[in-house]
């Protein structure tokens, strides 16, 4: 796997869920076709060239040593880091990258910082040997995995990283589930409770609309129906005492 190295890695995120976060890898071989927001800013600041470039990610070789200088300055600051808002920490086909996030996460731990952290690959049992917490997470937008390979196609199918994500559960950790971005019924025919049903046994979960696609905005009704299903999220939360967030823009006045 390719390399490079990096003058920083911690720095706080403007995602309204999120503290700081850490990117020790640049680019993702999961290659989403939502499209991927992360893709579309590295490419607008020329960092990457192109989808192919972005297919074939490139791991930090300094990470630990950056974070051996960072935390001690950043420490009293840091409420969590999550792994990761531009790549993915547990990427398939990436042992190197999941053998990084791991020692990262136990460099953070060791410093008294709590981590979280969400892939579309599968989350390593040994992630319940760390700090309990941590949380841990995973995208997950439908049970479909033909609609899913289609959308996130060098990704773990759904069962797969659902079944991890049980895994670390029965285990003991903090599980949680980012519903987004969620497709219109024009993209994919679904049924919203099967899934909240799947992943009901998590700790919190995150729904957010589809942005940056054209499709969802030719499905008339689109903001009716994501105001319903943020209702939706939001009832079988309270219901279950899941703790939950919808994402900002994705309830809309009718």
């Not at 531009?86 to 460099?107: H, L, N, Q, W």
């Not at 219109?184 to 049903?197: A, C, F, K, S, Y």
């Amino acid at each position: 796997m390719k390399t490079i190295t990096r003058k920083s890695m911690l720095y706080q995120t403007g995602v309204e869920y999120g503290d700081y976060t850490m990117n020790h890898v640049q680019g993702c071989a999961h290659g989403c076709r939502y499209p991927c927001y992360a893709f579309l800013m590295k490419k607008r600041f020329g960092q990457i060239k192109d989808y192919d470039t972005w297919l074939e990610p490139v791991l930090v070789s300094n990470t630990l040593e950056l974070l051996d200088r960072e935390i001690p300055k950043l420490r009293d600051k840091i409420q969590s880091v999550q792994l990761c808002f531009t790549t993915d920490p547990f990427m398939c086909g990436y042992p190197e990258v999941s053998a990084m996030s791991i020692a990262a996460i136990r460099k953070l731990n060791e410093a008294g910082i709590k981590c979280t952290t969400l892939t579309k690959g599968l989350l390593p049992i040994e992630l319940a040997q760390l700090s309990r917490e941590n949380e841990h997470g995973i995208t997950l937008i439908t049970l479909n995995d033909a609609y899913r390979e289609q959308m996130e196609p060098g990704a773990v199918p759904s069962a797969e990283r659902l079944a991890a994500l049980r895994a670390l559960h029965d285990a003991g950790c903090r599980t949680w589930i980012s519903m987004e971005p969620y497709p219109t019924p024009n993209m994919v025919e679904q049924d919203l409770h099967e899934i909240l049903e799947a992943v009901s046994f998590a700790d919190r979960i995150i729904f957010g609309r589809t942005n940056y696609n054209k499709v969802v905005n030719s499905y008339e009704g689109h903001k009716h129906f994501y105001n319903e299903c943020a209702a939706e999220v939001i009832s079988f939360c309270k219901e279950r005492g899941i703790d939950y967030h919808i994402k900002a823009k994705t309830i809309t006045e009718k």
